[in-house]
């Protein structure tokens, strides 16, 4: 089982590492690949480096390319023109597909999903097509006539994936899927109980400039707060915040990247972030309310609309509404309750497993597996 992904942000890739724990799980080979590690530094430079940077300092110009490429190809020259790039710049992992043969074929992102629906078009790959949509909205991208099966977050994608025309026996409802040390911590969990309010925020996809306003924001409110930071990989915004004057005081702590994500999950009575499919997926499963800021369009804010009707969040568009959200909460805990039990409502822990055993089951007809194991593994340098 061919599992690829591509590092523009860092949601497809944990998508993909999740259904692959599955997948070993139940004995069967499971392969990571990212598709921009078999193209030349220049592309990938453009589709993610560049995506990142224009994540946390450009969202007019995340907003257009979006809007620019949510429109069926057949309609849009400018589409067209994206495919054929992208295409020609990824031949060597057709190349890899070719080569390695995979019995299924699953996707966490459009690119290297458009490249074996191609394939297949073309009668270059035959086995199955799996795509896996890791936010709570629905870009064209992810849309190809030659997909066997989507596996959606949301019952309003399943409804969106119809309305193209997608058959519902080729969609599951499954969920974002997430890591299994998240879906086993958040089993039975029981957050402390505490007088001061407990709140996480995620920083690392943020501007410093700007996530040092929200951190100074938190800090100046009255009341008892905790306030906890994780900078992930950005380092230049933890050299900051380590010399902040109140940091070790008041309940401040800031961390750098952490593989312990789900202890903080479920210390925390609030989580303020990005509404990145994956990170609003994990939270979802300890039942944790979720303040949003600074979402990229339209992904990022479709994702922040989708969990507010749900209940379980809320999107602010300043920090003076930031400031606002957490005093009312603090003083109101009953809407923060309510708001983690829409959470628990509508979270999809064993997402993956789900992912996983479907994949399985539409895939393979009998006990063994006809793959060369051996070659797939030599070819993506895992043996």
């Not at 938190?218 to 380092?235: A, D, H, M, T």
């Not at 008041?250 to 009575?269: P, V």
């Amino acid at each position: 089982m061919l599992i690829a992904y591509a590092t523009a942000g860092n949601g497809h890739r944990s998508a993909a590492a999740a259904i692959a724990e599955s997948v070993h799980a139940a004995g069967r080979i499971g392969v990571l690949v990212d598709v921009l590690d078999f193209c030349d530094p220049v592309f990938r430079l453009c589709y993610s480096d560049v995506y990142q940077m224009a994540g946390k300092h450009s969202h007019g110009i995340c907003g257009a390319m979006y809007r620019l490429t949510d429109i069926h190809p057949d309609k849009s020259p400018i589409v067209r023109m994206i495919d054929r790039i992208s295409l020609n710049r990824t031949r060597p992992f057709a190349d890899f597909i070719k080569k390695t043969t995979p019995e299924a074929f699953v996707a966490t992102h459009f690119l290297p999903m458009s490249i074996a629906a191609r394939m297949k078009k073309h009668g270059l790959y035959s086995g199955p097509l799996f795509a896996v949509i890791t936010d709570y909205d629905l870009h064209h991208l992810w849309f190809s006539e030659e997909v066997d099966c989507y596996f959606a977050g949301s019952g309003e994608i399943v409804n969106r994936l119809t309305g193209m025309g997608v058959p519902p026996e080729r969609i599951v409802l499954s969920g974002i899927p997430v890591r299994r040390k998240i879906a086993e911590a958040a089993h039975g969990m029981a957050r402390p109980a505490g007088s001061s309010l407990s709140v996480l925020f995620l920083a690392s996809s943020i501007a410093d400039d700007k996530a040092v306003q929200i951190v100074d924001l938190l800090l100046s409110l009255p009341g008892e707060l905790n306030l906890k930071v994780i900078c992930g990989r950005n380092r230049s915004l933890l050299k900051t915040l380590e010399k902040h004057p109140l940091l070790g005081k008041a309940g401040f702590e800031a961390l750098g990247f952490t593989e312990d994500i789900h202890r903080h999950y479920a210390e925390a009575d609030l989580l303020v972030t990005k509404p990145g499919g994956l990170t609003v997926a994990e939270a979802l499963c300890f039942g944790l309310p979720m303040i949003f800021v600074y979402p990229i369009p339209f992904q990022e804010t479709r994702n922040a609309e989708f969990i507010q009707k749900q209940g379980g969040g809320w999107a602010v568009s300043d920090l003076v509404s930031l400031g606002r959200m957490v005093r009312l909460l603090s003083c109101e805990r009953g809407l923060l309750a309510k708001a983690g039990t829409a959470c628990s409502r509508i979270a999809r822990p064993g997402a993956a497993k789900i992912i996983a055993d479907e994949v399985a089951r539409r895939s393979f007809h009998s006990a063994g597996c006809g793959c060369d194991a051996d070659s797939v593994l030599q070819a993506t340098g895992t043996r």
